[in-house]
T-cell receptor
Framework: KNQVEQSPQSLIILEGKNCTLQ??????????LRWYKQDTGRGPVSLTIMTFSENTKSNGRYTATLDADTKQSSLHITASQLSDSASYICVVSPMIKAAGNKLTFGGGTRVLVKP | EAGVAQSPRYKIIEKRQSVAFWCNPISGHATLYWYQQILGQGPKLLIQFQNNGVVDDSQLPKDRFSAERLKGVDSTLKIQPAKLEDSAVYLC????????????FGPGTRLTVT
């Protein structure tokens, strides 16, 4: 069964500090891995997308890494800001030919940035 | 480019009542998805349409949930009758036919069943 596990479930950090979120998945073979940011009361918005051949992808202060051998990904937030308070969801897409475009979502990590 | 539109944004109903949600995808997107997101969890796919045909509805509770996408554009999701455990955010997403099949999400409808 395809699964995506995220840790921690939640974390609190002080403004200006860095943090790293983890994602472990069992989806195989997979097409790509995405990190989404979901603000309270809004739909998820894509931050990064990586194919199985990519190791890292950055989007401003967000940097995602991928280790396809260990089936792990991380999202690093640098110099956190209050606006980074949100849920961050790891999403894995299987190979398109195998299972259409059905995504497997992690449960998310809720980040709270305090001043 | 306009995003995915959903309405209403919030809905409160009593159990056993019925409710309907509406979604207008990004223009030109052939694929439309409905997700259920319970508080503190990731979204769960309910149904996926390709144009006006159903691709996957394996996790749709068909005894009470129904969805349609007439003319392959707008879509409605209906719950009848609602149960307390249906309280969740219902997200609509759409995707085109790009190489990475990026899904774009709407703001969601927050349903509370009392």
């Amino acid at each position: 069964k395809n699964q995506v596990e995220q840790s921690p479930q939640s974390l609190i950090i002080l403004e200006g500090k860095n943090c790293t979120l983890q994602c472990n998945y069992t989806v195989s073979p997979f097409s790509n891995l995405r990190w989404y940011k979901q603000d309270t009361g809004r739909g998820p918005v894509s931050l990064t997308i990586m194919t199985f051949s990519e190791n890292t992808k950055s989007n401003g202060r967000y940097t995602a890494t991928l280790d396809a051998d260990t089936k792990q990904s991380s999202l690093h937030i640098t110099a956190s800001q209050l606006s980074d308070s949100a849920s961050y969801i790891c999403v894995v897409s299987p190979m398109i030919k195998a299972a259409g475009n059905k995504l497997t979502f992690g449960g998310g990590t809720r980040v709270l940035v305090k001043p | 480019e306009a995003g995915v539109a959903q309405s209403p944004r919030y809905k409160i109903i009593e159990k056993r009542q019925s409710v309907a949600f509406w979604c207008n995808p990004i223009s030109g997107h052939a694929t439309l998805y409905w997700y259920q997101q319970i508080l503190g969890q990731g979204p769960k796919l309910l149904i996926q349409f390709q144009n006006n045909g159903v691709v996957d509805d394996s996790q749709l509770p068909k005894d009470r949930f129904s969805a349609e996408r007439l003319k392959g554009v707008d879509s409605t999701l209906k719950i009848q009758p609602a149960k307390l455990e249906d309280s969740a955010v219902y997200l609509c997403a759409s995707s085109g036919t790009g190489t990475n099949y990026e899904q774009y999400f709407g703001p969601g409808t927050r349903l509370t069943v009392t």
